[in-house]
């Protein structure tokens, strides 16, 4: 099988400020790794990230973010973190920003801004902004207004689907089944679903992505040996799968060790180059 011929995109890396990690959140990043310093300089150095994800095979990344203060330790700080953090090198560094309807009051008015910034891509993490995706139907209206700016905006939004072992996550915010309701109401809104609801959620996060057009999969956090477990007809929506790792959250070795095993799946070339280069360029054109 011939190697990918498009540049490569990861679009599930954490970048993020490291002075606001949590102690917990911080003690099980560090558990099994012997990779800390890389990861130090890279949260620290956009020009060390860079030279990283070169010498991984990476040719464009997305960092996500988003505002986590009571679970992960990011504020509302992290979004303007990310945009100064990628300046520059937005052509390699694709910038996430995620609003928690929790702490914001004008959701609208900081989409708003946050995409005049530059920002690529809305992130919800509902286990760990401790709210669920449709909580626009009830405690918070504000989602809303962050799927009606990034639909109009044609930005994709991210849902965070399956667990978290994060110390005050709360998993049953990542049911992807509550997807759903957004993919009835926004038809016109891109929706990434992360992880596909590994580990227990896979078939939900299949039959949504069958349903919805503008759904896409994102890989990241399932083992490659996984996939074809978990998705055993993922051909079927080979157009809209996207190659993301998650590094370096807990239990992803490295970006390079995810790209071979994803290489190594019994797909035909054509469908491996789809997951790792031409379905992002879609979604996340150069600018």
């Not at 003690?27 to 990230?49: N, Q, S, V, Y």
């Not at 038809?187 to 992360?194: G, R």
Request: include cysteine; hydrophobic fraction near 40%.
């Amino acid at each position: 099988m011939s190697a990918t011929q498009g540049p490569v995109t990861d679009v599930h890396v954490h970048v993020q400020p490291w002075e606001m990690i949590r102690p917990a959140v911080m003690e099980a990043m560090r558990k099994g790794r012997d990779d800390l310093g890389t990861i130090r300089r890279c949260f620290d150095d956009p020009g060390a990230l860079v030279a990283h994800l070169d010498g991984e095979g990476v040719a464009r990344t997305v960092l996500i973010n988003y505002e986590a203060p009571d679970v992960m330790g990011f504020s509302t700080a992290t979004n303007e973190w990310v945009l100064r953090y990628t300046e520059g090198r937005r052509d390699r560094l694709l910038p996430c920003v995620g609003i928690n309807p929790r702490f914001e009051a004008d959701v609208r008015g900081r989409a708003e801004r946050l995409a005049d910034g530059g920002a690529r891509l809305f992130k919800v993490h509902g286990p760990h902004m401790l709210v669920s995706p449709n909580d626009y139907l009830g405690p918070h209206p504000g989602l809303r207004d962050l799927y009606e700016v990034a639909q109009a905006r044609r930005l994709p939004v991210m849902f965070h689907t399956g667990t978290s072992i994060f110390r005050g996550a709360r998993s049953k915010h990542g049911d992807p089944l509550q997807l759903e309701d957004v993919g009835v109401d926004f038809p016109d809104l891109a929706v990434i679903i992360a992880h596909g609801g590994r580990p227990f959620w896979t078939e939900q996060a299949f039959f949504l992505l069958r349903r919805f057009p503008r759904f896409f999969l994102d890989l990241s956090g399932i083992p490659p040996n996984r996939i074809l477990e978990w998705f055993p007809r993922v051909e079927e929506i080979a157009d809209r799968v996207l190659f993301g790792t998650d590094w370096p959250s807990p239990g992803v070795p490295s970006i390079a060790k995810n790209l071979a095993g994803i290489r190594a799946l019994p797909l035909p070339a054509a469908v491996i180059e789809q997951f790792l280069s031409a379905n992002a360029l879609r979604l996340f054109p150069n600018a």
